[in-house]
């Protein structure tokens, strides 16, 4: 059994962007947790799927996403939950809405899998710091996330499966928005 999850994930100069704030905030505040992963936007909460089987389960992906058109978000200034994540906020349309919630249907009724509390209650981000956030440096690190200005407009053509490898996620597969078969 392995563990995946399925997300957009920005590619080239936005991902590098948001990679070089993950590894400032490492240096200066020793918060590196987020950067267990690459920048992304979870779709679908992690799961845990027969790994011999993994071919299936991107076949079945790649049929699902492949009827949707690709999306447009963006991606503008900083917030938080509470005093334990850090996160760029994404401001998304009703389509990814609607894409996310059909995507969670598909996954419950074709790949068995159980529907996670945040799959419910989907609130798109891109979390930057969380977990190893030090209560003393909390503030600190918000105001030098903000002041790094991030934002951007993502054109969201293909959908990551990412996969646990040892105690990190890496990209595993690209399943292409519009390309139904």
Not at 67 to 76: N, R
Not at 84 to 108: H, M, P, T, W
Not at 158 to 181: A, D, N, P, Q, V
Request: charged share 30%; aromatic share 12%.
């Amino acid at each position: 059994m392995q563990k995946y999850f399925l997300a957009i994930v920005p590619e080239g100069e936005f991902q590098e962007q948001i990679t070089g704030l993950k590894l400032e905030i490492r240096d200066r505040f020793q918060a590196k947790y987020a950067l267990k992963s690459p920048a992304h936007i979870t779709v679908k909460m992690p799961f845990v799927y027969n790994e011999a089987k993994e071919e299936k389960l991107i076949e079945k992906l790649s049929g699902f996403v492949g009827e949707y058109d690709p999306i447009t978000v963006k991606v503008s200034g900083v917030r938080t939950f509470g005093e334990r994540v850090i996160y760029l906020n994404v401001e998304a349309g009703q389509e990814l809405f609607d894409f996310q919630k059909a995507l969670n249907s598909f996954c419950k009724r074709e790949l068995n899998l159980v529907n996670e509390l945040s799959d419910r209650n989907f609130h798109p981000h891109m979390t930057i710091a969380f977990k190893d956030i030090k209560n003393s440096q909390f503030q600190n690190m918000l105001q030098f996330s903000t002041e790094m200005n991030i934002d951007g407009k993502l054109e969201v053509s293909h959908i990551m499966l990412l996969k646990r490898i040892e105690t990190t996620w890496k990209c595993s597969k690209k399943l292409k928005l519009g390309e139904s078969f």
